[in-house]
Structure formats: structure tokens, C-alpha cells
Nanobody, 122 residues
Framework: QVRLVESGGGSVQTGGSLRLSCKVSAFPYCMGWFRQTPGKEREGVAVIDPVGSAQYEDSMKGRFTISFDADKTTLYLDLNNAKPEDTDVYYC???????????????????WGQGTQVTVSS
């Protein structure tokens, strides 16, 4: 069983930066960051595959960066030029087992972290 533990959420002002971290206990095949507003479906923010190829939600391109440090077994999401609409609970997700494409679809991910709140104030 893969465990994912997030940290690094918090409050930041518009235009500021924040780094989210997700410590994993093993190596999921796909890894990614998702966001969820209460009452809505979990949405893919950024995902990364085993060779390091990343996909981003359009509004995050150029502002967010996903990366994985294999030595630290930690997944990161760097939020830059934060906007109030980035406010949400962010979840780290991992898929155990092969999949054709590590897409930003929550249904292909098998393990989740506990979530961390990100609040961007104007």
C-alpha cells in the first residue's frame, strides 16, 4: 500500500509563491496534484509520468511546476504568481500499476493524500 502525506499548504497573497510537498512511501506509476472545492469533483492540476513528462491544467501553465525528487521520494508542486482563484484544497494522488497515459483524471489514481488547504488572498 502506497502512503502519500502532504505538507506545505497555507496562505499567500496574490502574486506570491507556495510549495506543496507530498512524501510517498513507494513509487506510484503516475503521480499528480488535484484540487477540490466542496460539492465539486476533484480536478487535475498537474500530473507527471515515470519519465518526467508533465501535463498541466491550462490556467496553471507557466505558473505551476510539478516535480519529483526520487532521492527524497517526494512530489512537489510549486505555485508561482498565485491568484485568488487558486484557493482550494489540494490533494496528492498516485496510481499504483501501469496505465497508458498519466492523465489528469482522478478516476485513474488509486491512492490519495489527506489534502492541504491553499488560500490566496487579494
Amino acid at each position: 500500500q502506497v502512503r502519500l502525506v502532504e505538507s506545505g499548504g497555507g496562505s499567500v497573497q496574490t502574486g506570491g509563491s507556495l510549495r506543496l510537498s507530498c512524501k510517498v512511501s513507494a513509487f506510484p506509476y503516475c503521480m499528480g496534484w488535484f484540487r477540490q472545492t466542496p460539492g465539486k469533483e476533484r480536478e487535475g492540476v498537474a500530473v507527471i509520468d515515470p519519465v518526467g513528462s508533465a501535463q498541466y491544467e491550462d490556467s496553471m501553465k507557466g505558473r505551476f511546476t510539478i516535480s519529483f525528487d526520487a532521492d527524497k521520494t517526494t512530489l512537489y508542486l510549486d505555485l508561482n504568481n498565485a491568484k485568488p482563484e487558486d484557493t482550494d484544497v489540494y490533494y496528492c494522488g498516485g496510481r499504483v500499476g501501469y496505465f497508458d497515459v498519466c492523465a489528469r483524471r482522478q478516476d485513474i489514481y488509486t491512492n490519495w493524500g489527506q489534502g492541504t488547504q491553499v488560500t490566496v488572498s487579494s
